[in-house]
């Protein structure tokens, strides 16, 4: 029996890790680096390296033939798909939920506040010493419409509460109820994204969402409203995005892209009416400790012999 765990962290800072000896289990550090830290095919419980990339995370799947369980440390499971059919029947994918959202919401509300209030433009201000007073518009009493309203988009949802804004409307691959109101099924988008001034998109990346925030739906966005982008870059079309921003039209706050990183020269850099942040939504001090506190859990989960949480999907079934 296989018992190699990878992970991203030396065990020794992870508090409430079963201890090896107690669990029958061999902790490995990598981290991503060229070298494997020991014979991938004796990987039981493979952590994926954080924020490395599709090639590292899939870099060794081929050769981890008795890998059980693939944990991700991010919400979406996008950067190790492709590496899925690579494994052998039975592998559980589990993801970051409960990791990212208080970091990611908070960012959310940074983008959504910083964009409408003016801020880029009062940081460029005082860097020509230039006074810009004026009127600007608040979030108070604005329509905010949030695209995936999984755990992340509750959680803006949750931040969003104290600053009286008019309405609030979710959206999420299917219908269903919540204690805050009803969230509507994504065959109503077109429908709702006319009445909002604000528009998050906190929807995981897949199949059914890339190219979602096309030139059909940012065309059905009102004149003057703000699209904000803290799901995966390629959920927007950005040759389509640009067109509005360039036309004045809307305005957005992105902390991902496409292409990711935003290399030098690309006309998404200077557009009109854009605030950009470097894919920071989940990489904060609230990082660790959350992820830490999962990884204690999944593991002694998985010494146990109990059912883990998280899990995404199950490979062969």
Known sequence: MTTDVWLPFEAHEIEGLPAAADAG?????????PDFPADPADCAFYV???MKGTEVAVRPLSAMTSVRVVQTLTAGIDHVE???????????LCNARGVHETSTAELALTLVLASLRGLPRF??????????????????DRSVLIV????????IEDRLAPFECARVARVARSARATE???????VELPSLLPDADVVILSTPLTEATRGLAGADF????????????????????????????ESGRITAALDVTDPEPLPAGHPLWHAPGVLISPHVGGSSSAFLPRAKRLLADQLSRYAAGRSLGNVVLTTGS
């Open 148 to 155: 995936g309203y999984g755990s992340i988009g509750s959680a």
């Open 25 to 33: 289990l061999n902790y490995r550090y990598w981290d991503g680096g």
């Open 123 to 140: 940081v460029e201000g005082q860097r020509q010493e230039e006074w810009h007073a004026g009127f600007y518009p608040a979030l108070a």
């Open 48 to 50: 994926v390296p954080y």
């Open 218 to 245: 940012l065309g059905r966005m009102k004149d003057g409203a703000l699209l904000v982008n803290v799901a995966r870059g390629p959920v927007v079309d950005t040759k389509a995005l640009l067109a509005e921003l």
């Open 180 to 186: 805050r109101g009803p969230v509507h099924p994504l």
């Open 82 to 92: 492709p590496g899925i059919p690579l494994l052998s029947p039975g592998v559980r």
